[in-house]
């Protein structure tokens, strides 16, 4: 991708952010990102197919650095707690566009997706554990359960305090 493309894409996205911390997705039009961008509607046709391919690029971006954030994708396996501290400390650290791309409509899809990847690589080292549906349940719990508790609590007690509190709780279920 040359430099001009590089641009481009950048005025896409960050005009995208910007009207998408204020409106809902469905509300959001071509036309005023394109406007706010200072790139006409074809450009924006030209990078994507409409305003919905560009939030799942932007959330599949936030998504994969979720997931590369973690040590070792199978540390689920090997140290429960610490899989959680490091899950999330990372959905800690990209807490801005989480609350930007994964609000309204939006706000199931990062913990499903989350599950789906760790899940993807887990099973690509430990492939009997697709059929454990103890494995799998705990799993789903887990990471999904984690993240609304998570979501739900830390701004009211404050990431650490949630943190500890799910680190004793995780450590309880596997112990």
Known sequence: MDRREQKTQ???RNAFLALRAHKPLE???VKELAENAQISKATFYLHYHDIYELSEALQEDVIQQILSSITQADLFVKDAPAFTRELFG?????QH????????TQASVLPIRIEQGIREHIFAIVPER????????????????AYY?????????GPDAVLAELDG??????A
């Open 90 to 94: 990372s959905f800690f650290a990209h």
């Open 10 to 12: 950048q005025a896409i």
């Open 27 to 29: 509300r959001i039009k």
């Open 169 to 174: 709780i995780t450590r309880s279920l596997y």
């Open 130 to 145: 697709r059929d454990d549906a103890a494995f799998n349940i705990r799993l789903t719990y887990q990471v999904q359960g």
């Open 97 to 104: 566009l989480i609350d930007i791309l994964f609000s309204g």
């Open 149 to 157: 508790a998570y979501s739900e609590n830390q701004r009211r007690f």
